[in-house]
């Protein structure tokens, strides 16, 4: 992802947040306040055949405490005319791979019950269940939201 991306994973992010299901977040950032809230590595977009972005995935530190520098967040979201088509999958997919080389060997994901599709991929790539916090958040309608906490060891970086 480069900074030019931004207009375009901007208008994605904007998909998720209006589609109610994908973030507590009511507005898109600022580029420079998204940039500063996430790892500057990896940070992925997906292209398709005409080479318009699609989709793109990032990751936040979960804490800036040094015990946590191998624990980051997935943020994964897909253009809405992409959903279905393995832009999802093959970011996260990339997204785990470099996030191992990257030295991280706890990967997290936030996800709202009612966002299967979400649940589904992220299960699919090695994700488990830890828990549901319950009522954590309130939307801006007043609608209350439950959140499926799920989690990825990786398998190589974090044994020893």
Request: overall charge positive; hydrophobic content about 45%; glycine content about 8%.
């Amino acid at each position: 992802m480069a900074a030019a991306d931004w207009p375009a994973v901007a208008r994605i992010y904007r998909a998720g947040i209006d589609a109610g299901d994908a973030t507590f977040e009511q507005a898109v950032p600022a580029f420079e306040d998204w940039s500063r809230a996430r790892l500057a590595e990896p940070r992925l977009v997906a292209r398709n055949e005409t080479g318009e972005v699609c989709g793109w995935a990032a990751l936040s530190p979960t804490s800036a405490r040094p015990v946590y520098r191998g624990v980051a967040e997935v943020s994964v979201y897909v253009a809405p005319a992409a959903v279905r088509r393995g832009v999802g999958r093959a970011l996260l997919e990339r997204l785990i791979e470099d996030s191992e080389r990257a030295g991280l060997w706890t990967l997290t994901a936030g996800i709202f019950l009612e966002n299967e599709a979400s649940i589904a991929l992220h299960r699919r790539c090695g994700f488990r269940l830890l828990g549901v916090r319950c009522r954590v958040g309130q939307m801006a309608n007043g609608r209350w939201r439950d959140v499926a906490l799920y989690e990825r060891r990786s398998p190589i970086v974090g044994q020893q």
